[in-house]
């Protein structure tokens, strides 16, 4: 027997390895299957070791193998090591948008990818908050919530996919996993890393609103350095807002990457990401105020307009955004059951805006102020190391995949403080705004600021127990430490400088339990908690009535989810289905009726509901890939007597999100997606209420030879009215109808 065993063929050792790949998840290339896009490669090394008998050693085999993609709906994993197995067997919701669907839809931006999760709202950029990729999930804020390989991306901007090889949102509250926040989950973005083979492909289109775009993805191994391997992004985007006078969004991108030791036990991978951004930003249309008098039938509704108006002015309002990224990243396997990575990252994000918030002039007036403005002169700054290590090994007959870690985070926020210094600029009509009315304000800064440094320690460790072929247990505990310096500095002669400063020490936790009744589908219940500091949002206040006051503790939210996941048609379709509940039990809540009333961790909030999934081939031909949620919240508790019994804002109860594609004979190739949401309001009191709305999207490709593809994206077909963002003043369209051309090719 022992003979037999030492002289397995190759083919049991790759099927082997494979098997193995499944538990550990590993997402290095080299070692274990690793989907990449367009191509999945794989090297498997034995290293001498296995192919031994009693008088001779063989040499090492390494097998190498390239499989052409097909373009595939169905992820496997999620990219954290801290996730140790396969999608279908992770007790908790988590939508993965893969390259693919990416690519054909045309998406250019990371709230475009969005739209295939239903669950999420987007929220306009208002008062503290900056423009850019502000979210709403599962009704819960998650603007700091947001990820690039597991490590917190906390500037204000609007990503762009270019060098994402796919998007992951985790659902439910998560801080085990992702440190402060996450209260309804977190959003991950992958980026491209070198690979083994050497590949070039990219795009090139023009459309509708003067769209032009180019983006290039080019990977080649250094021949005279085995295993090493360079990767290169590059992006060039500029448009106009379809359905939006005046608002346009101009940015490119590089993204270069150098890997060592690709394919053997040791890998080390240096990266830079720099996006640069210059637009002109849009807060949309204003409410009607319940004051107005000239609209008083259009109280707490959108004003009466066409919905193009830009009310902004050409001459004053802008948005220059460069974000920098520099990663290191070193991957080592120890032994077979023991594998360490460490990353290291220095970020930084700069926000340079001015926009106008469409507001009324007075109660009497439909005329639109322009002395509304908002700037931001802003600095956000983040140093991270990130170290875990997977282990495997076993008690007895329970098999163990144990992730313990540790991060060290240090997030610093500057932002600079303007004036008016001119006169004001010229109101503007309601229904006939002039955004050519001259610039007189000359916005300057004062030299006041606020400087915001945190200091945080995680600290980690997950295990999942396989207890036998039908029974999975598995848990994780974080403990974070939370420390948050604020200084906020008056202008020269201005008045007296605040220094504040708070600490926060939380453990959070999860646990889950899986039954797999067959071996391509599962059945789980799952557990989850997060928390909330007052200064999440790295500010801190002394006002009595502030969310982030200095005085108040995080906030504590917990979630169950019972659910399931299955693999169909020979494992090329995964289905899933869960109902889960969301409470906050010690939400920040005031009595805004009472002027001293102070803050305090005495509310209630409750958030419900259920999710079902599908992603993958139905046919060899036909792909899909969609979801619906539904959502019930309420705020139970409150010391706001106009926000109990309440919804949640941006939450609304149904969402649904649907593309599908199908393959037609002699190279052709057709698509259709739609997004359908449910009404919502725009603040817990639930005065002001968005309609609910479904678009429709089209696409069409022919592919001309094996290396170009030509694509047609028809977007809102119907041409709808829309609102995608809100706030307290204003809400902003989504875009209207436009469509692009782009030319797919590789060489």
Known sequence: MKRRNRSRSKRQLLQALVRKWHRKQFDSSGVFIRAVGAATFFTVSTMGVFAKDETTVLPAVVVTGRQESDGSYKPEAVSSPKYSRPLKDIPQTITVIPKAVMQEQGSTTLREVLRNVPGISIQAGEGSVPAGDNLSLRGFNARTDIFI??????????????????????????????????????????????????????????????????ALDVNSPVAALPGVAVRVNALYHDTDVSGRSVAHNGRWGVAPSLAFGLGTPTRVTFSYFHLDQNNVPDYGIPWVPDTNVPLAAYRNQLAPIDWSNFYGLKNRDYEKIGTDVATVKVEHEVSDGLSLRNQFRYGRTTRDSIITAPRFANVNSTDVTRTDWRSRDQVDTILANQTDATVEFATGNIQHTVVPGIEFVREKDLNGTRVKAGANSPNTSLYTPNWDDPYLDNIVPNGAKTVSTSNSVGVYAFDTLQLNEQWELNGGVRWDYFNLDFLAVQAPGGGTTTNLGRIDRTVSWQTGLVYKPLPNGSIYAGYGTSFNPSAEGLALSTTATATNNINSDPEESRSIELGTKWDLLQERLMVSAAIFRTDKTNARTEDPSVSTDTIVLDGKQKVGGLELGLAGNITDRWKAFAAYTFLTSEIEKSKNALEVGKELANTPNHTFSLWTTYQLPKNFEVGTGLKYSDSRFNSNINNRQAPGYLVADAMAAYKVNKDITLRLNVYNLAGTEYIESLSGGHAIPGAGRSFTVTSEFKF
């Open 149 to 214: 390989d597991g490590i917190r991306d906390f500037g204000g901007y609007a990503r762009d996919p270019f060098n994402f090889e796919q998007i992951e949102v985790t659902k439910g509250p998560a801080s085990s996993y992702a440190g402060r926040g996450s209260t309804g989950g977190s959003i991950n973005m992958e980026s491209k890393s070198p690979q083994l083979e050497a590949f070039a492909n990219g795009t090139a289109g023009g459309g509708s609103q003067e769209y032009q775009r180019t």
